[in-house]
């Protein structure tokens, strides 16, 4: 990836991805909502050793934008061969439970804004018939737990999809990375006690660009979820309801 | 709620965190008192706010600008001095002056404006900051440089936190044309050779300390070895630049606090190393990358756990020439007759470049570094002594060393404190400040003692 366009630049994960990409001298459109942070987060990419970097600030939860957005990052850098969408949001469950807007909102900013993103993305690589297209998903998705489903649903929609764009772009060498990060310590789990299970976003993103470098499918990161989900997965549903997940 | 140490491990005391991540935030709203918290290198309670909160700084570690024409690096506060010399060595400038760890903030360097093996021809860290932004707890803003906000800028400068957030800073890095340093080590055989022979360096080297055998009496005190060393000349051996960056440290760990006997042990063959390295008398030269030579310590990751988990206290003081010889003796020999020998001893001279800070701890003078290990009450009042002795003579103790001084002494070393007051941010304190300043009490101690930290060692103080 020598052209690549960060959704959600401002995020723990991306800010970390962006610094490894400054440093191996990639070009990068940086995309985030809020403009302070975000020219935080492009003068340190620059700083770095980027070499360029273009970036604009705004809401991704406005789908109207979107066409206009990839339009505009293919033009700053002189086309696009590389993704990275890092945007979402964890919600809250309870909330989303009282309330369907508060699930809405979950599903709108993390499956249909990624959805509506990744469709003229898609349909431009698969036009170039090159490009690497890496989207964050979450563990979340793997099976549907009490605490926390209407995340999980959202990042679960998501892999569906990504698994029927990665079906449908194999023919035209655009390759489609589903990156599946279990616990991170970032801003958006600060509220949460740590243990050992928790990754640094440093090392997701290094996972994150050795999936993307090898054109992988469908990575955990860091690995060890990868046998932990297994688990998950393997229990029977008529044991599993019993469980306080 | 994890208890977050300083680097000496002592004291203890309890307070909660609050991460920090983009400069432009407003200052999170706590109850009680809050305080910057870089990397925690500090040894004693200056960085350390019992009963309150510290503002972790590490998440503001972005870079802003970098001129590789002028060697100016503008940068976030949390930024490490190691993520500086990753981007700037490579491209032929290093930090102006270094303390030995890398491993500290921007922040910290400023707020405990830092010195280095070359005090004598650079004067200290906050010498090189051009401009730094301040946040106060009541949301202002101020761009401080020596011409912009001089006073807030000459408080802030080795103002212990005490001022405001520094969210990011300016500074000035010097060229080098080799990342390799000619170094020479020179054996010592008392305090009298190192006074002699350490200000004979300063005149051809830029860089000069010595180690110190703090079991060595009588004659023999302040026997060691004496480090000096300049940059190499360009292209070295044609070295390339790029090497810079590798890291030469042998990445060894403390995996966990070890139990205090090994102590002796580590101490002993620590001084037969010196032995064996002094035996021929002569000095010896060679070549080595910056590295080892400034962070021989880095090499091991979290080395203040061989003190155990009781932690060790570092005594650090500066006295003028004209007393340095009787109060250096002096103290060496209390330290090492109070059969509490300093693992690690450094010695170094001060010159008079002043620095724009006012509580700044660097002054024309012999400055010595000392550790031990916390084995209570003896190690407290041998510090305290210590304390007393460098007091007599006219110096001072470094806050960023100190877990004991007495606030008179404070008072003594620091006679701008007075002045600096006035510009504390009033949300601001520390466990340090408090200890200093124990009539005026602003928030309640009783936390602090309630978690096992010291009484403070004075007259004025409550207990
Ligand atoms: C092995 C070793 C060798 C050392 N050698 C030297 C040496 O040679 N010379 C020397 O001078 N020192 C030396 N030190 C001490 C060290 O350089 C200082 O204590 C340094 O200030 C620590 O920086 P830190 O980022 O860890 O800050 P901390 O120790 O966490 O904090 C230090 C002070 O800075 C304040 N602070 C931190 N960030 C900010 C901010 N953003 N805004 C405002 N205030 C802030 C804190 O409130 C505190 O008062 C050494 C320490 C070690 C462990």
Same mark, same amino acid.
């Given at each position: ?28 459109? &940086? ?6 942070? &975000? ?125 029927? &764009? ?30 050992k &299970? ?48 | 709620?994890? +208890?977050?140490e300083?680097?000496?491990r002592?004291?203890?005391? %309890? ?43 590490? #998440? /503001? ?14 940068? %976030? ?29 921007? #922040? #910290? ?22 401009? *730094? ?60 050779? *190192? ?48 090497? @810079?960056?590798?890291?030469?440290g042998i990445g060894l760990a403390v995996p966990m606090d070890m139990p205090s006997?090994c102590l002796?042990?580590l ?32 090499a091991i990751y979290g080395w203040n756990r061989i003190y155990g988990s ?22 060496? %020999?209390? @330290?090492?007759?109070?059969? /509490? ?20 701890? +660097? ?43 007495? +606030? ?5 070393? *620091? ?16 466990? *340090?400040?408090?200890?200093?300043? +124990? ?6 101690? %009783? ?17």
């Amino acid at each position: 990836m020598k052209k690549v366009l960060v959704l959600g630049a401002t995020s723990a994960i991306a800010q970390a991805t962006v610094r490894l990409l400054a440093a191996r001298g990639a070009s990068l459109y &940086l995309v985030g909502r809020n403009a302070a942070n &975000l020219d935080a987060v492009t003068k340190d990419a620059a700083t770095r050793g980027a070499a360029k970097v273009e970036s604009k600030a705004v809401d991704l939860n406005d789908f109207a934008t979107h066409e206009a957005l990839v339009e505009g990052a293919f033009q700053a850098l002189g086309g696009l061969d590389g993704v990275v969408l890092a945007h979402g949001v964890l919600g809250d469950q309870a909330e989303s439970q009282a309330t369907w807007t508060a699930t809405e909102a979950v599903l709108r900013t993390n499956f249909m804004s990624a959805v509506s993103l990744l469709t003229p993305l898609a349909n431009r690589f698969e036009a170039q018939k090159a490009g690497t297209l890496v989207v964050i998903s979450s563990v979340a998705g793997d099976r549907g737990r009490q605490s926390n489903y209407v995340y999980g649903a959202s990042k679960g929609a998501l892999n569906v999809f990504l698994q029927g &764009l990665r079906n449908r772009l194999a023919k035209s060498n655009v390759a489609v990375v589903t990156v599946k990060p279990g616990f991170v310590d970032t801003p958006m789990t600060a509220h949460l006690p740590k243990n050992k &299970l928790f990754a640094s976003p440093e090392k997701v993103a290094r996972g994150l660009l050795r999936a993307a470098d090898s054109r992988k499918n469908e990575v955990y990161v860091p690995g060890i979820w990868a046998l932990i989900m297994l688990i998950i997965k393997s229990i029977p549903e008529s044991v599993f309801k019993k469980l306080k997940l | 709620m994890k +208890p977050l140490e300083s680097w000496g491990r002592y004291p203890r005391v %309890e307070q909660r965190t609050q991460p920090l991540t983009w400069r432009s935030d407003t200052l999170p709203e706590v109850s009680g008192p809050v305080l910057p918290h870089g990397l925690g290198r500090s040894y004693g309670d200056s960085c350390l706010n019992g009963g309150g909160t510290l503002l972790l700084t590490a #998440g /503001l570690d972005r870079f802003i600008a970098f001129d590789p024409s002028t060697g100016v690096v503008r940068c %976030e506060a949390g930024v490490t001095l190691d993520m500086i010399l990753r981007l700037a060595a490579p491209r032929g400038w290093f930090l102006p002056v270094t303390p030995g760890t890398k491993f500290v903030t921007v #922040g #910290g360097a400023i707020a405990n404006d830092v010195h280095g093996k070359n005090h004598h021809c650079a004067g200290t860290f906050g010498r090189y900051v051009r401009r *730094f932004e301040l946040v106060r707890s009541d949301g202002s803003r101020r761009v401080c440089a020596p011409d912009e906000n001089p006073d807030w800028y000459g408080a802030t400068i080795g103002g212990l936190g005490l001022t405001g957030l520094i969210t990011w800073a300016e500074v000035q890095l010097k060229p080098i044309s080799n990342p390799y340093v000619l170094q020479e080590t020179v054996p010592l055989a008392n305090l009298d050779e *190192f006074l002699v022979v350490a200000r004979e360096s300063e005149a051809d080297y830029q860089f000069t300390m010595a180690w110190v055998d703090c079991l060595a009496r009588g004659k023999k005190v302040g026997r060691g070895l004496l480090y000096r060393g300049n940059f190499a000349p360009p292209q070295f051996d044609g070295l390339p630049l790029a090497k @810079s960056h590798l890291s030469h440290g042998i990445g060894l760990a403390v995996p966990m606090d070890m139990p205090s006997f090994c102590l002796n042990r580590l101490t002993v063959s620590a001084f037969n190393w010196l032995y064996f390295h002094r035996q021929n008398g002569r000095p010896k030269q060679r070549l080595t990358h910056y590295d080892p030579f400034f962070y021989p310590l880095d090499a091991i990751y979290g080395w203040n756990r061989i003190y155990g988990s009781r932690g060790f206290l570092q005594f650090q003081c500066v006295v003028p020439y004209s007393t340095a010889r009787d109060a250096l003796k002096d103290i060496l %020999e209390r @330290s090492s007759r109070g059969g /509490l020998p300093s693992f690690l001893s450094v010695l170094k001279t001060f010159g008079d470049i002043p620095s724009p800070g006012w509580l700044s701890f +660097p002054r024309k003078g012999v400055t010595l570094a000392m550790d031990f290990a916390n084995r209570g009450e003896k190690t407290y009042r041998l510090v305290e002594e210590l304390d007393r002795v460098t007091r007599e003579a006219g110096g001072a103790v470094y806050p960023a060393k100190d877990a004991r001084m007495s +606030p008179e002494s404070f008072a003594a070393y *620091f006679p701008r404190r007075v002045e600096f007051a006035g510009y504390m941010d009033p949300a601001f304190s520390s466990s *340090f400040w408090r200890r200093m300043n +124990p009539v005026a009490l602003p928030f309640s101690l %009783e936390s602090e003692r309630a978690a096992g930290a010291p009484h403070p060692p004075s007259v004025l103080a409550l207990r």
